[in-house]
């Protein structure tokens, strides 16, 4: 008898839309962290607009990183840049 094996596809922009559902509003660093990679896999997608719509939903004014702060600034010039209109 075969076995059936389970095929799993995985989508990396929904896991991190999934994950900015389920993080608390209190964490405000990981929500910007999930925030800049949700729009650079949208970007990778070739979804610029949502990209767009993404990149200012991270809180960057209240956070400490400057790395996140510029991960998302690269987002939103590259899908303006690719087409984006947001």
Partial sequence: MASAR???VC???A???QTLGLLNWRFIRSR???SALLAELQLAQDEHDKALATAPSARVDVMTS???AARLEQVT???R???GRT
């Fill in 32 to 34: 910007a962290y999930y």
């Fill in 11 to 13: 989508d990396p922009a």
């Fill in 66 to 68: 400057g790395c996140i």
């Fill in 81 to 83: 840049s690719q087409g």
């Fill in 6 to 8: 389970s095929v799993y």
């Fill in 77 to 79: 010039e590259s899908s």
């Fill in 15 to 17: 896991h991190a839309a």
